[in-house]
């Protein structure tokens, strides 16, 4: 069972306990991306599963009628087992699922292999499929411009791997800047589809900024446990995912958000302390 403190951050381990968590979401007008906590699987046996997990997810979203969708990991559904496990995966996942299919982007050495299986399932989907971009990747300006004819959605983040310093921003400033200057250009040059996917109140504001300027939709994403009454307000004006992080293996997705913030921490520790 996990405990309260770790329930802040992820929606419960079953299936069941993830899909009531959007149904709780979308009573309060934020819609729900889900995903099975699992990664960097070399057994093509627990890719198989997981994308079998997708399968069933999508469905008990579709049954329950629920307003939400899916955000797979690559390396959950088999990109370090192989190319055609990864692809065979995916494919089964986007033409089983009766809803919106993501793709999270993983290590800076997955992201061809990531924006090629993207891009083939976002034009056979005629965009029923979105994909994750890194403003910290000094790569990222060229992709945009790639994906700026490309049907489905594009979420920009600012990066969680760490890549070398040759091809990624490594000061916080300069990923800042380079948010902006990414975000600016999807809403110059993206139809729709603009996902911004931070917790930045300034990247944020910026967004809502050029949503004045240029009208093009965009929507906003937040994880599940950070900000969330932020999410709720801006649900009154704006279109508001929430990411929710689900399944048995809690812990380690836990352990990251406690350590990558010092409010998280305290947080934690009140609760240790006072229960
Ligand atoms: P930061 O730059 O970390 O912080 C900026 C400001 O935001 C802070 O000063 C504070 O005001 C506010 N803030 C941030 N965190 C908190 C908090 N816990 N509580 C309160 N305020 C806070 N990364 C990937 O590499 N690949 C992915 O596929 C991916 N998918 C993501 C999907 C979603 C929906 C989200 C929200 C993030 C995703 N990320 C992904 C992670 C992302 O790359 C960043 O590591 C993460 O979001 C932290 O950056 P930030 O923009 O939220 O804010």
Redesign the pocket.
Known sequence: MIPPIANNFVAGETEAEALDHVEELNERGVKG?LNLLGEHYDDRADADADADAYIDLADGLARRDLDGCISVKPSQIGLEVSDIAFEENLARIVEAADCFVWV???DHDTVDRTLDAFERHARETDGNVGV?V?ANLKRTGDTLERLADCPGKV?L?????DPPAEIAYKE?SKVDEMYREYLTYMFEEFDDGIAV?????A?VEFAQELYEDHGTPFEI???TG??ESAQFELADEYEVYQ?IPYGSKWFSYFYRRIRE?K??ALFALRAIVSP
């Open positions: 991306i999270d982007m993983e994750c890194q979420r983040v600012k990066g969680a791997y916080k996917g931070s917790h930045d109140p990247m994403q937040m994880l950070v900000r990411y913030r409010a998280n």
